[in-house]
RNA sequence: GGAGAGGUGACAGAGUCUGGUCGAAUGUGCUUCCCUGCUAAGGAAGUGACUGCUCACGCGGUCCGUGGGUUCAAAUCCCACCCUCUCCGCCA
């Protein structure tokens, strides 16, 4: 949710909710139907005050004179009624109008479209397509059997096995030993969740079409673990000097994919359900922008120490979703495609959810909103995809990085015709 | 799933039957001050959140699990939902 008065008052917040594609015409309409909105309010309150006072002095009058004071407050309720329909019918007004407002976009983000994304480093060689593309090699290695998935659950469906569970289980420990390092407490959290809070984690109504829904129960699946995160304070008030409070969440993630029909249809890049630690961070509002590079040297550090070729965007506005402020997204060469392909992303959303989920801070001050980031540590199915094509040797074989081998207790995964 | 009890401020815990002076007794905690070799004990005052108007002092609104309803008036009465606890049943 976005801040109104900040929309009145500040050029710059909204310079940068225009950055993102709003129509002038929709902030001059939600500005007017604030306007209203307070007005409605204030008259509605000052009959409220008044219809409050007659009611307490009939409680102290003397009982003649109650008949009177009765009415006399029913008249004055009668009067707020009216006051207090017109009041509700402009807070309506506004917050229809405030929801279609995406949270503005920082003044380093660039201009435009996904096109339009500005490159901030690049890793690492940008190598030539190898013998198999992952897909191929993951039915050879018997890393991944989707065949046999779609028989049972559909399309974008996958058994993982053999070593590549070992790699799964592996990778999720490796990011976990960094991010403890950095105080992220672990957590795996439920991967269902009441609508409520899909609502105020900013995925209703927007991408409720990309979101499983459970028949009977009023229950939904997470797409990312994100969701169940950022419910952890909802309501809360944090103490300042504890600062960030961070979180490294493991879960599986589901997604409908509606929309995507025919793209990535090859292998895990896409698939319906998969697993995801995500880390999630409540910050001090002073300093999220730190937070944010943080949240990017971490995702650098995992992907670096795994050996893949790499960059780092700053997305532009127009594709940034509505509750970014900014974002960065870490994209793996993809040598079959011979192009960069998203791993992991991070995000400063400020205050945007904090204030509907009223995530705060208390210090010797008072309070105030928190801001809230997340960012991808490690998307299994993608990161075994990169893991695939990039460490793959001639001989079909995979090579596994350095830093994973203690965690999965084997060098390499052999070729299709080692056996 | 069946039966019962209950959700009140940072915490504990009254108030609910008998609606009004209850934003809410009391205790603990916390803040400031006094007392005091130090500490403990003791004494005094203060101490909820959110929000609107205001330079400010201040004045107002909302909040007793959530959402509705009755009433001039609801923590208190009615309805629905959520959650917690106890007992029984079932279960990885």
Same mark, same amino acid.
């Given at each position: 949710?976005?801040?109104?008065?900040? +929309?009145?008052? &500040?050029?710059?917040?909204? *310079?940068?909710? &225009?950055?993102?594609?709003?129509?002038?015409?929709?902030? @001059?309409?939600?500005?007017?139907?604030?306007?209203?909105?307070?007005?409605?309010?204030? *008259?509605? $309150? !000052?009959?409220?005050?008044?219809?409050? +006072?007659?009611?307490?002095?009939?409680?102290?009058?003397?009982?003649?004179?109650? $008949?009177?004071?009765?009415?006399? *407050?029913?008249?004055?309720?009668?009067?707020?009624?009216?006051?207090?329909?017109?009041?509700?019918?402009?807070?309506?007004?506004?917050?229809?109008?405030?929801?279609?407002? /995406?949270?503005?976009?920082?003044?380093? %983000?660039?201009?435009?479209?996904?096109?339009?994304?500005?490159?901030?480093?690049?890793?690492?060689?940008?190598?030539?397509?190898?013998?198999?593309?992952?897909? !191929?090699?993951?039915?050879?290695?018997? +890393? %991944?059997?989707?065949?046999?998935?779609?028989?049972?659950?559909?399309?974008?469906?996958?058994?993982?096995?053999?070593?590549?569970?070992?790699?799964?289980?592996?990778?999720?420990?490796?990011?976990?030993?960094?991010?403890?390092?950095?105080?992220?407490?672990? %957590?795996?959290?439920?991967?269902?969740?009441?609508? @409520?809070?899909?609502?105020?984690?900013?995925?209703?109504?927007?991408?409720?079409?990309? #979101?499983?829904?459970?028949?009977?129960?009023?229950?939904?699946?997470?797409?990312?673990?994100?969701?169940?995160?950022?419910?952890?304070?909802?309501?809360?008030?944090?103490?300042?000097?504890?600062? /960030?409070?961070?979180?490294?969440?493991?879960?599986?993630?589901?997604?409908?994919?509606?929309?995507?029909?025919?793209?990535?249809?090859?292998?895990i890049f896409r698939v319906h359900q998969f697993?995801?630690?995500?880390?999630?961070?409540?910050?001090?509002?002073?300093?999220?922008?730190?937070?944010?590079?943080?949240?990017?040297?971490?995702?650098? $550090?995992? #992907?670096?120490?795994?050996?893949?070729?790499?960059?780092?965007?700053?997305?532009?506005?127009?594709?940034?979703?509505?509750?970014a402020a900014k974002k960065y997204d870490l994209?793996?060469?993809?040598?079959?495609?011979?192009?960069?392909? $998203?791993?992991?992303?991070?995000?400063?959303?400020?205050?945007?959810?904090?204030?509907?989920?009223?995530?705060?801070?208390?210090?010797? @001050?008072?309070?105030?909103?928190?801001?809230?980031?997340?960012?991808?540590?490690?998307?299994?199915?993608?990161?075994?995809?990169?893991?695939?094509?990039?460490?793959?040797?001639?001989?079909?074989?995979?090579?596994? /990085?350095?830093? +994973?081998?203690?965690?999965?207790?084997?060098?390499?995964?052999?070729?299709?015709?080692?056996?």
């Open positions: 949710m976005i801040d109104l008065r900040r +929309l009145r008052e &500040e050029n710059a917040y909204r *310079a940068g909710a &225009e950055k993102k594609g709003v129509e002038p015409s929709l902030i @001059e309409a939600t500005l007017d139907a604030d306007e209203r909105r307070r007005t409605a309010m204030h *008259a509605a $309150e !000052e009959a409220r005050a008044a219809q409050n +006072l007659a009611s307490k002095e009939i409680g102290r009058a003397d009982p003649s004179d109650r $008949e009177s004071k009765i009415a006399e *407050a029913s008249r004055l309720k009668a009067e707020l009624e009216k006051l207090e329909d017109a009041e509700a019918e402009a807070v309506s007004e506004v917050e229809e109008l405030a929801l279609q407002i /995406p949270n503005p976009a920082d003044e380093s %983000v660039p201009h435009g479209d996904e096109n339009d994304f500005i490159t901030e480093k690049e890793v690492g060689e940008q190598t030539a397509a190898r013998n198999y593309d992952h897909a !191929e090699l993951g039915e050879l290695l018997g +890393l %991944v059997d989707g065949e046999r998935a779609v028989k049972n659950s559909g399309s974008r469906f996958a058994y993982l096995m053999g070593p590549a569970v070992r790699l799964e289980f592996a990778l999720v420990q490796f990011a976990f030993d960094i991010l403890e390092k950095h105080n992220f407490v672990p %957590v795996v959290p439920p991967v269902l969740v009441r609508e @409520e809070m899909m609502i105020d984690a900013g995925f209703f109504p927007t991408d409720r079409h990309q #979101v499983y829904e459970i028949a009977g129960d009023d229950l939904f699946l997470i797409g990312t673990s994100e969701v169940a995160l950022a419910g952890l304070h909802r309501g809360e008030h944090l103490d300042r000097e504890s600062l /960030p409070v961070r979180y490294a969440g493991f879960s599986s993630c589901f997604r409908r994919e509606a929309g995507t029909y025919g793209k990535d249809t090859r292998g697993d995801k630690v995500e880390m999630f961070s409540f910050c001090d509002p002073d300093v999220s922008w730190d937070e944010l590079e943080t949240l990017r040297s971490l995702q650098e $550090e995992i #992907v670096a120490s795994l050996e893949l070729p790499y960059r780092v965007i700053n997305v532009a506005s127009g594709d940034l979703g509505a509750a994209e793996v060469w993809l040598p079959s495609e011979g192009a960069y392909r $998203e791993v992991t992303s991070c995000s400063n959303y400020t205050d945007y959810s904090a204030r509907r989920m009223s995530s705060r801070y208390r210090d010797s @001050e008072g309070s105030g909103l928190l801001h809230t980031l997340n960012g991808t540590a490690c998307a299994i199915s993608r990161t075994l995809v990169f893991l695939m094509e990039n460490g793959q040797q001639d001989d079909g074989s995979v090579v596994i /990085p350095d830093a +994973l081998r203690p965690y999965v207790g084997f060098d390499s995964i052999p070729g299709p015709d080692h056996s």
